[in-house]
């Protein structure tokens, strides 16, 4: 086609009649083509930045939700701040199932659309294209050929036209010039001559329009059904392309999604949850004036081994399980027990006996009852290591030690998970000691 619209005149209309100008309505077909490819391109980055959205989701509702775990924020207040992450997880898995949806189903249905409706040729382009092109060139190639003769008839009689008038012209001015008539004779004929010529060129012209005007009307109808066929391909792809599209704001439009609606309901209902008098009312009674307590009572001194544990006593865990009581008597104290003791032990029963023994550390001291518990008692406490006090220190409780910067005295266990240690002064006395009071020797 490109040979005979070279050989044609060049056109100055932008009508689609004119000879070439069904080329628009051919590169259409190959516009089809790219549009289906910029769709495809559209919606994977789409499907990207909705991955990325998710991505980005998910990360902050890990690291803000490991941070209210570490704050300080508690109770109802806190359940209600969580919210906000179960959200953001469950919006981020919404916007996954997005982007699973634009990959796996719309943009699936472009390719196969797309490979059903334009077929690539082994010398290059599409099928379609090549027959939208052989449609038009067949259909407008008798009227072309007719506009081709107008063309030439037309030319031949304004070239004609020209040539009368400028013999006309000359004659007007040889007469004007009083020439020979001879020469005068010659210019008439010459005139005459020009004429006839334009006479018949403008019987050729018109006779040329009305064969013209002829094939015209079977070649409007001809280019309107090829054209007409290609507008049916056209109709077909405009539709498919408002169906997807259609979908694709069905996978993108959340708010019609129940599994969204649902996310919001249940943050809307923690948020409303969250109670400000029962969250006061919860620290009062965890970390204010609502705790319990275990206020200082009047102790009698207790000479038996089973007396009360002091208040730091009681929350004191030692690695060996075995809780200290306060011994601080010297070993003339420890070897005078009291009558009342002295009874109440030959009154006990052996059930009683094994039931003091088993809350009683001590329980088998019988043996030593003339000495201090702590010396001759084979226990994993009695490392018997020497240690300096670094310090002056006067004991808080009553199985604590005393002593001053300097003394010396015996290490007999290892540091527990509070920081105490037992020892023994010179004078037979076994306490507790702060374990970082002391250096080894």
Known sequence: MSDLTDSLVDVSSDSFWE???????????????????????CLHERARIEKSYATQLTEWAKRWRQLVEKGPQYGTVERAWFALMTEAEKV?????????????????????????????????????TKEAEDGFRKAQKPWAKKLKEVDAMKKGYHNACKEEKTATSRENSSKLDNNNPEAQKKLQ?????????????????????????????????????VFEQWQQFEDKRL??????????????DL????????????????????DAQEDLKWFRSSHGPGMPMNWPEFEELSMDLNRTLSRRETKRKHTDGVTLTGISQTTEQASKPSSSSTAAAEKTTPADASDEEAGNPFANANANANGNPFED????????????????????????????AGDQLMKMSEEDEQGWCTGRLSDGTVGLYPANYMEDL
């Open 19 to 41: 000879v070439g100008n069904y080329k628009r309505a051919v590169k259409r077909v190959d516009d089809g083509n790219r549009l289906c490819n910029d769709l495809m391109n």
């Open 377 to 404: 008692e084979p226990s994993s406490l009695e490392l018997c290591v020497p240690v300096r006090a670094l310090y002056d220190y006067d004991g808080q409780e009553q199985d604590e030690l005393s002593f001053k």
């Open 92 to 128: 981020s898995d919404l916007h996954m199932e997005v982007k699973a949806a634009l990959m796996a189903e719309d943009l699936e249905k472009i390719k196969n659309w797309q490979k059903d409706a334009y077929h690539k040729q082994m010398i290059g382009g599409f099928k379609e």
């Open 239 to 252: 539709r498919f392309f408002k169906e997807l599209l259609l979908s694709v704001k069905q996978h993108l």
């Open 255 to 274: 708010s019609s999604n129940h599994k969204f609606s649902t996310v919001y309901h249940t943050l809307e209902d923690t948020i409303q949850a969250a």
């Open 189 to 225: 004929e010459k005139v005459e001559k020009c004429q006839q010529e334009v006479q018949k060129t403008k019987e050729r012209y018109q006779k040329s329009l009305e064969e013209l005007d002829k094939v015209t009307p079977q070649y409007m109808e001809n280019m309107e059904q």
